[in-house]
Structure formats: structure tokens, C-alpha cells
């Protein structure tokens, strides 16, 4: 069994970069500007958003930190956004989800420029991703095949199950998998609550993606050996043994899957630094693409 390590390929990402934002400098063009727009205090929002600006100054990007009541209304949040696409200077937007009930997410999501949605979220990115088209893909389905990519792991001709069918993690991880590059052309089966028979899918896979937000859902029973798991999913489950008083849970129960696995991602330490360095990639992109 062997890990992919999330946080040594996101610091590789992070290192390229780098040099490549000094070369920016040292040449005198524009430096990549990434502005997030954070509504309400959601703990883990706030928790994301944090790393994402933090990482930005780590690899000398500009960050622009917008903070909204949780109580603005939606035309005012669509403003806001609207402001942001019309700023010459601002390369990529992000706004944090979930979004407050009364806002619309499909309403924020298509307000956002293409050319400016870092995230991948927009139709129009998301109908060139399903066309192979060059565009910016969900950050977190790009961060896994940066790092299938890295660890040079051979997907040809793999069946892959992806458990979960998100529009940010599920449907595109299904659809990158599929297409005809490298990593992909595996044949996928895309599972989700309605599947009944999906143990014995599990057991098929080659290649097992789990993103349906269920605490040490995917167990050793459901893994073939020499499976490679990439897990989605981390969840804050009460622990009374820990400092702070609860433990980070994968969708995957590792300690009795992990031995059964040629590759395995951990929880935290996986996919979830691999999000955030797809992200900065997508930004560097947006402003090389627009200058």
C-alpha cells in the first residue's frame, strides 16, 4: 500500500508557482489576483477560505478577502459579484458555498464571468470540460488527477466507481476519468443513494472515488485488493479522546480498507491540499489567459 500524499504534491504545485509568479514580477506583467467572497460565519467556510488566502500570499499571488452578514440580500451579493467582474485587476472569483437559504447558488454561480470562474462551477465552463475543451475545471476533481498525474498512476482502460454525484465533485470526477487523456479512459460507473446494488460495484472497481459525505462509509468488504482509493470526504465526528474534542473522518474507513489498496489517499492530508493548489493553478491560468 502506498499513499498519495495531497500535501507533497500540493506543495510541488505551490513551488512551480511560485517561480513562475517571480518570473512575472521579475518582468514587470501582472501578478495573478484572486478575490473571495465570503457570506456569514460558517466555521468550516471560514476555515477554507482562510487557507485559500493564505495561499495565495505563500505563492505571491494578490488576494482580495470580501466578508458578508449572512443576512445580505441576494441582489446585493449579485452586486458585489458584478463589481468583481467589471475589475480589471481581478483575475478569478470564488464564492465560498454553502450560500445563506434565501440566496440562490445556481443565480451566483451563473452571475460569475467565465473567464474569471476559477471555481469551474459556471455552465459554460462546465459544457467545455464535457466537451474537452481547455477550461477551468472544479477545483477538487482537478486536484485528483494533478495527482494521479504526478504519481505517474495508469488509468487506461481501469473501471473507476465514483460514489457521489455532486456538480463539484462526483459528475466532473466521472467525466475527467472518462475523457479520452491522460489520466483518464477508464470506463466509469457513477453511484449514488439510489444504487442498489453497490457493494458488488465497489468490488468491480479498479479505481474507487468516494465523495458522498458519509463518515467511513466505503469499508474493506466493498475494496478488491489492489484497489487505488481516492477519498473525498472529511467529516468532523465527536471524539472525547482528542484535544478538541473531535476527530477528521474520511468517506472511507482507512484502517481496515488502506491494506488492501495499491494507493490510497489519507484523511486530512489527500485530496483536501490538492483543492486548493487546482484553485491556484486555475487563477495563474485566468491571468496569464486575459494578459
Known amino acids: 500500500m502506498k499513499i498519495l500524499d495531497g500535501q507533497l504534491v500540493s506543495q510541488a504545485t505551490k513551488d512551480e508557482l511560485k517561480i513562475k ?3 512575472l514580477v521579475a518582468e514587470g506583467k501582472k501578478v495573478p489576483h484572486l478575490a473571495a467572497v465570503l457570506v456569514g460565519n460558517n466555521g468550516a467556510s471560514e476555515t477554507y477560505v482562510g487557507s485559500k488566502v493564505r495561499t495565495c500570499e505563500e505563492i505571491g499571488f494578490h488576494s482580495t478577502l470580501i466578508r458578508l452578514e449572512d443576512d445580505i440580500t441576494e441582489f446585493k451579493l449579485l452586486e458585489t459579484i458584478e463589481k468583481l467582474n467589471d475589475n ?26 467565465p473567464s474569471k470562474d476559477v471555481d469551474g462551477f459556471h455552465p459554460v465552463s462546465v459544457g467545455k470540460m464535457v466537451q ?4 477551468f475545471i472544479p477545483a477538487t476533481p482537478h486536484g485528483i488527477m494533478l495527482m494521479l498525474e504526478h504519481y505517474k498512476i495508469d488509468t487506461k482502460g ?9 456538480n463539484i465533485v462526483g459528475r466532473p470526477m466521472s467525466i475527467l476519468l472518462s475523457a479520452n487523456s491522460n489520466p483518464g479512459n477508464c470506463t466509469v460507473t457513477i453511484c449514488h443513494s ?10 468491480q472497481a479498479d479505481i474507487i472515488v468516494a465523495a458522498l459525505g458519509k463518515p467511513e462509509f466505503v469499508t ?3 475494496v478488491k485488493d489492489g484497489a487505488i482509493v481516492i477519498d473525498v470526504g472529511i467529516t468532523r465526528v465527536a471524539d472525547a479522546t482528542k484535544k478538541r474534542g473531535y476527530a477528521l473522518k474520511g468517506d472511507v474507513q482507512f484502517d481496515t480498507v488502506s491494506p488492501k489498496c495499491s494507493w490510497i489517499t489519507p484523511v486530512p492530508g489527500g485530496v483536501g491540499p490538492m483543492t486548493i493548489a487546482a484553485l491556484m493553478k486555475n ?3 485566468a491571468c496569464i489567459e486575459k494578459n
Open 194 to 203: 439510489a444504487t442498489k446494488n453497490l457493494k458488488e460495484l465497489c468490488l
Open 283 to 285: 487563477t495563474y491560468n
Open 158 to 166: 481501469k473501471h473507476a466507481v465514483v460514489i457521489g454525484r455532486s
Open 21 to 23: 509568479v517571480a518570473q
Open 220 to 222: 474493506a468488504d466493498m
Open 132 to 135: 474537452g475543451l481547455p477550461t
Open 88 to 113: 480589471p485587476d481581478v483575475d478569478g472569483i470564488l464564492v465560498q458555498l454553502p450560500l445563506p437559504k434565501h440566496i440562490s447558488d445556481e443565480k451566483v454561480i451563473n452571475a460569475i464571468d
